[in-house]
């Protein structure tokens, strides 16, 4: 166990992004949404998260993922990048394990024939998450509308979910693409924290890494909020960074000076 870690009382590397699931930070904001986007998917819907970087959503995608049941839903991840229709497809076919072809309408009829062997013949519902969707191209998106219609749009077969940050409600709201928008059951978004919700995840994230008290005075949890402006992911990086700072410095508990140093080791 590394010295820093055993000095302020912590039995696991605190701030670390390998969180279990049941160790997510207790929010009614993402109890919300993740009750939102669980029931959209039961529904055999799709939907949307729209949410800056830094506001969890991957710890939300993994928890929705945690809650569907392995004997009834088939989950597939993609993450988006400046692809084309025929790449993108070529990707979700890679994630899904299905079929591959060599002509555009071929691959997506085959995707098809993919998802529905996924229901009638395995008895489980196939669940689309794209990750970074924000990254779709514009004249891609549409090739959705394609995907999840399934006997001239009278069965519902495939969910998806598009993850991804405000560029992405942007290019839902765009007038070509209403009639994948029209699709979705739900949209949800989420925010960066307020100074109070980063005081309690200051503390839930150390009491979780086995810490009997907190090793941030009152002057650091609020230089943590001021610098981070309640981005989750600021947060874990530059308190992880003061803690080692305080340490090094022989201090036992972090202060706002401790932030101010680690703010400079971090970011220019």
Same mark, same amino acid.
């Given at each position: 166990? +590394?010295?820093?870690?055993?000095?302020?009382?912590? $039995?696991?590397?605190?701030? %670390?992004?390998?969180?279990?699931?049941?160790?997510?930070?207790?929010?009614?904001?993402?109890?919300?949404?993740?009750?939102?986007?669980?029931?959209?998917?039961?529904?055999?819907?799709?939907?949307?998260?729209?949410?800056?970087?830094?506001?969890?959503?991957?710890?939300?995608?993994?928890?929705?993922?945690?809650?569907?049941?392995? #004997?009834?839903?088939?989950? $597939?991840?993609?993450?988006?990048?400046?692809?084309?229709?025929?790449?993108?497809?070529?990707?979700?076919?890679?994630?899904?394990?299905?079929?591959? #072809?060599?002509?555009?309408?071929?691959?997506? /009829?085959?995707?098809?024939?993919?998802?529905?062997?996924?229901?009638?013949?395995?008895?489980?519902?196939?669940?689309?998450?794209?990750?970074?969707?924000?990254?779709?191209?514009?004249?891609?998106?549409?090739?959705?509308?394609?995907?999840? +219609?399934? *006997?001239?749009?009278?069965?519902?077969?495939?969910?998806?979910?598009?993850?991804?940050?405000? &560029?992405?409600?942007?290019?839902?709201?765009? &007038?070509?693409?209403?009639?994948? %928008? /029209?699709?979705?059951?739900?949209?949800?978004?989420?925010?960066?924290?307020?100074?109070?919700?980063?005081?309690?995840?200051? #503390?839930?994230?150390? %009491?979780?890494?086995?810490?009997?008290?907190?090793?941030?005075? &009152?002057?650091?949890?609020?230089?943590?909020? *001021?610098?981070?402006?309640? +981005?989750?992911?600021?947060?874990?990086?530059?308190? !992880?960074? !003061?803690? *080692?700072?305080? $340490?090094?410095?022989?201090?036992?508990?972090?202060?706002?000076?401790?932030? #101010?140093?680690?703010?400079?080791?971090?970011?220019?």
């Amino acid at each position: 166990m +590394n010295d820093w870690r055993s000095h302020f009382g912590f $039995h696991t590397t605190p701030f %670390t992004r390998e969180l279990a699931v049941a160790q997510r930070f207790p929010l009614p904001m993402f109890d919300e949404v993740l009750t939102a986007l669980s029931r959209a998917v039961d529904q055999r819907g799709s939907a949307a998260l729209v949410a800056p970087a830094g506001t969890g959503k991957t710890a939300l995608l993994r928890a929705l993922v945690d809650q569907l049941p392995e #004997a009834r839903y088939r989950v $597939h991840y993609v993450k988006v990048t400046d692809l084309s229709k025929r790449d993108l497809c070529r990707e979700i076919a890679v994630a899904c394990g299905a079929q591959p #072809a060599g002509s555009f309408p071929m691959l997506v /009829r085959r995707l098809q024939e993919h998802f529905l062997s996924t229901l009638a013949d395995d008895g489980v519902r196939p669940v689309l998450v794209l990750d970074d969707s924000h990254g779709l191209r514009p004249e891609v998106l549409g090739i959705f509308q394609i995907l999840t +219609n399934f *006997e001239m749009d009278s069965r519902l077969v495939l969910s998806v979910l598009f993850v991804g940050q405000p &560029p992405l409600r942007d290019l839902l709201r765009q &007038p070509a693409h209403e009639a994948v %928008t /029209r699709r979705l059951v739900h949209l949800a978004t989420l925010r960066l924290l307020s100074r109070p919700e980063s005081h309690r995840y200051l #503390a839930h994230r150390c %009491t979780i890494a086995g810490a009997t008290t907190i090793p941030f005075d &009152p002057g650091a949890q609020e230089a943590v909020y *001021e610098i981070a402006c309640g +981005n989750l992911r600021a947060t874990d990086q530059l308190a !992880a960074k !003061a803690l *080692e700072v305080a $340490h090094d410095a022989g201090a036992a508990i972090v202060d706002s000076a401790h932030l #101010a140093t680690s703010r400079r080791l971090l970011w220019p």
